[in-house]
Every structure is written in C-alpha cells, then in structure tokens.
C-alpha cells in the first residue's frame, strides 16, 4: 500500500466524520482500502515474525514457531 492510498483512506476517514457522510461508493472505496491496508500490515508482521529467533541462556539460537493449536 502506498501513501497515495493511505492519504485517500486518511481524508475518506475524516468526510466519514463530517456532517455530510460518505456516499455509497465512497463507503465501499474505504472498506476496500482497509482491508488492504489490514493485508498489508499483517503481512509485514508475518515477515518480521519468520525472521524473529529466541536465544536461550546458552547463546543458542531458535526460530520462533507458530503456536499448534
């Protein structure tokens, strides 16, 4: 996602607020830039978190593991 797009769902935000609302296809652009914006800021996490490792007491050095459920 670029600023250009965070701009825009920053100033659909702010109308949202206002007294005169969003139209219908103003509603549907938001929740469209939200939803990228929510894939885009998971998957950044996902990337930081494949590259995270715990060192133990010894200086050993594990990779982080998804929880089994």
Do not use: C, F
């Not at 600023?3 to 702010?14: M, P, S, T």
């Not at 929740?31 to 490792?53: F, K, P």
């Amino acid at each position: 996602m670029d600023q250009k797009q965070i701009d825009r769902l920053n100033e659909l935000a702010k109308k949202a607020k206002s007294p005169e609302g969003l139209t219908e296809w103003e509603t549907a652009e938001r929740a469209a830039l939200r939803r990228e914006y929510i894939d885009a800021v998971l998957g950044n996490l996902q990337s930081q978190l494949d590259h995270t490792y715990i060192v133990d007491e010894k200086g050993n050095r594990k990779k982080l593991k998804k929880k089994e459920d």
